[in-house]
């Protein structure tokens, strides 16, 4: 027994040999398999179309990534080249695509500040991530960016000869990013400096040098006028290091003066559009696709609809820091304005899931935060109708269902919970139409604990919310946070008859060539019955027509209208979510953050401001602008749907033959062919089987 072991060592040996040699084999082979291949014809790597983004008009609204003028080495200031080399691969000339030393420097670099303080990428591997790869952060990235970097050299070795160093390092100048959309050397010296890069300074020089690193967060306009930058000191201290400059070569380019005189671009009419066309071209595409790729987009805004969002939002904002008592935004600092309410705005076609606009908060100029499709806020009862819509779905609920509006205690985690009605108005008995119309919070609850809390997740997620739920209680009151974009998809589900379409802000894409690379294809998902979804329509209309949503007639909008308002208890958000046959369109108004007195209150009265007072004279603005109120204008009602009239409290059928009654109060309501409203009977057996006010939940 013992002589087989020596032999089982032996095998055992080889197969952890094999193994050191087979398995990195393996791995190389597959990374080599997966490497994308450089074009043959290298001049296509520096020829730059931009990405064009247009209307669905086809008008022209932006483009980026276009280097608007290649120029040689020789046309680009010495000062310029030496920096570039300097800060970003001092052995450039020297290595055949990857530098061993870099890679260690960097190393020791970054142990010894305990965190990634300098990068080991030559300018060859940085041309590769930028034209190649995707931006992660993976080491199989790193290893395809290495052997790309190599095969690139060798490449342009074979192709330029003795100028092959000269080529990559104009294609890297020639295609870098400068921020303010300049793209190229040449580019971003008239941008910055109004002046050839053949004439730049030392110092202008260092300053543009250090900008590819990080130009959004380099961008010399924000106060590299007063006095050198630290990224441009590091550039300094670099060609020091490197014999490029004497060290009173450096205090003098300190000393200089720089004036930024660069000719004044073509604005960014649409910036929060134009930045989620660009997340969106990053998912598809990879980041690599924003900085080298040649791309047609044809989007799905309506650029009147946009301008008229714009002037809504606007406005609408200048009014409620009127109320809220702050100075008007444009006399505040720019310190001060990120202190000031915010607005966000979405406008969608409910049968195509085209975005036709999109307003993203007031200025991008001070945060590039998008509202309308990043930031997760509660929508308060904005949520109701997908909690009603889950107990209609369920036939659990129908708009003449009763329950008793009052204060009601609940049993959760052992604590007791009672949820109030806004200003403590309750309703008393109550159909579940008039409850909607009036937003009353105890019913709504009521309704949540009558078909199950997991039910109603079920529905927001059919209606195509995708943000993460809990099934509690409280999810009754729109505690839940959702984006704007994801509730409004909900109500233009509900608009498009429970057929839910995935909202789109691209229609298609081309190459410069007009090849086809990705078309959107509108794909309906049955998510509730036509006849749920029109019982649902009909209550909502009545918010707007005699409920918190009435503000909308007051203002003159006449088309019908669906909505809901939501207003959150700590007065931090106000929404108004609201569709007509042809539109559906969400807002919301409040504050980036929580802290301080930062709350939705007139300063003058001290009264709350809501989705019906702050978020709803915003929409209205909007609709009346871009969709106007037309005599064929209307919902359609499916066949197996009729609409009577009920009194609000019992459910009651009014027959409209009767003598009318000026003090009686009528609701007008959906229901299916095997709906009914109530009878007496229904009623006293519903009051005598009122519970009891302490519930456990």
């Not at 087989?4 to 597959?30: H, T, Y």
């Not at 941008?191 to 110092?203: D, H, M, Q, S, W």
């Not at 969608?348 to 998008?370: C, E, H, L, Q, W």
């Not at 209609?392 to 604590?415: C, G, H, W």
Request: proline share 5%; hydrophobic share 40%.
């Amino acid at each position: 027994m013992g002589s087989r072991i020596p032999g089982m060592g032996r095998i055992a040996l080889v197969i952890c040999i094999d193994g050191v040699v087979i398995i990195p084999a393996l791995a190389l082979l597959w990374l080599l398999n997966d490497l994308p291949q450089i074009p043959s014809d290298l001049g296509t790597l520096s020829r730059q179309t931009g990405i064009n983004i247009y209307a669905d008009s086809g008008e022209l609204l932006y483009t980026f990534n276009k280097s608007i003028e290649q120029v040689s080495i020789h046309e680009i200031s010495p000062w310029f080249v030496q920096a570039i080399i300097a800060t970003e691969d001092l052995d450039f000339y020297r290595h055949h695509g990857v530098s061993l030393k870099a890679i260690v420097g960097a190393a020791l670099e970054n142990m010894r500040h305990f965190r990634r303080a300098r990068g080991g990428s030559t300018i060859t591997q940085q041309i590769v991530k930028n034209t190649l790869l995707t931006r992660e952060k993976t080491i199989a990235r790193k290893i395809k960016e290495a052997l790309l970097a190599l095969q690139l050299e060798s490449m342009y070795q074979l192709e330029f000869g003795a100028k092959a160093k000269e080529k990559l390092l104009e294609l890297y100048v020639n295609g870098s990013f400068f921020g303010t959309n300049a793209y190229g050397v040449e580019d971003a010296a008239q941008v910055y400096f109004g002046k050839p890069a053949a004439n730049l300074t030392l110092r202008e020089s260092a300053v543009l040098a250090g900008l590819p690193n990080a130009p959004s967060a380099l961008n010399p306009l924000r106060g590299e006028v007063q006095k050198p930058s630290g990224r441009t000191q590091h550039v300094l201290r670099r060609m020091v290091r490197a014999g490029y400059i004497s060290r009173a070569e450096y205090e003098d380019a300190l000393k200089d003066s720089l004036v930024f005189r660069g000719k004044k671009r073509k604005q960014n009419r649409t910036p929060y559009f134009v930045e989620t066309i660009k997340d969106e071209i990053a998912q598809r595409w990879g980041r690599s696709a924003l900085s080298f790729g040649a791309l047609d987009i044809r989007t799905t805004l309506d650029l009147q609809m946009q301008q008229g969002a714009e002037r809504a939002v606007t406005n609408g904002l200048s009014d409620l820091d009127r109320r809220l008592g702050f100075m008007p935004y444009e006399m505040a600092a720019e310190l001060n304005r990120e202190r000031y309410v915010q607005s966000a705005l979405i406008c969608m076609d409910p049968a195509t899931g085209y975005v036709k606009a999109m307003v993203g908060g007031r200025d991008i100029f001070v945060s590039y935060y998008n509202r309308a499709t990043t930031s997760r806020r509660q929508p308060g009862s904005g949520f109701k109708p997908i909690v009603y819509l889950a107990g209609i779905a369920a036939n659990l609920i129908s708009p003449v269902s009763l329950f008793m509006d009052e204060p009601k205690t609940y049993r959760i985690n052992r604590q007791n919970w009672t949820p109030r009605n806004f200003k403590n108005q309750y309703l008393g008995q109550t159909t579940v139409a008039w409850a909607l119309t009036k937003s009353a919070n105890s019913t709504s609850v009521q309704i949540v604990q009558h078909i199950s809390p997991e039910r109603v997740v079920d529905m927001a997620e059919r209606l195509g919310i995708r943000s993460k739920m809990g099934p509690y209680p409280s999810i009754a009151l729109g505690a839940s946070e959702v984006t704007l974009l994801e509730l409004a998809a909900a109500y233009g589900t509900i608009a498009n008859y429970g057929y839910k379409v995935e909202p789109t802000f691209v229609k298609s894409i081309e190459d410069p060539g007009g090849r086809v690379l990705y078309r959107h294809r509108v794909q309906p998902i049955p998510a509730v019955s036509p006849s749920d979804a029109y019982i649902m329509i009909q209550m909502m209309r009545n918010v707007v027509n005699r409920g918190t949503g009435r503000i909308l007639r007051r203002m003159g909008y006449d088309a019908p209208v669906a909505g809901k308002t939501g207003t959150t208890n700590d007065n931090s958000d106000a929404w108004f979510t609201g569709f007509t046959p042809d539109l559906v369109t969400s807002v919301w108004v409040g504050f980036d953050t929580r802290k301080g007195d930062r709350r939705l209150v007139s300063k003058k009265t001290g009264r709350q401001i809501t989705g019906g007072s702050g978020a709803a004279p915003i929409w209205t603005a909007f609709m009346k602008a871009v969709n106007p109120a037309t005599t064929d204008m209307s919902f359609w009602k499916p066949p197996n749907v009729r609409t009577v009239e009920i009194d609000p409290f019992t459910g009651e059928a009014i027959d409209s033959s009767m003598q009318p009654d000026s003090t009686r109060v009528l609701l007008r309501v959906a229901l299916d062919t095997d709906g009914q409203p109530n009878t007496q009977l229904e009623i006293d057996a519903f009051r005598r089987t009122l519970p009891d006010t302490l519930d456990d939940y």
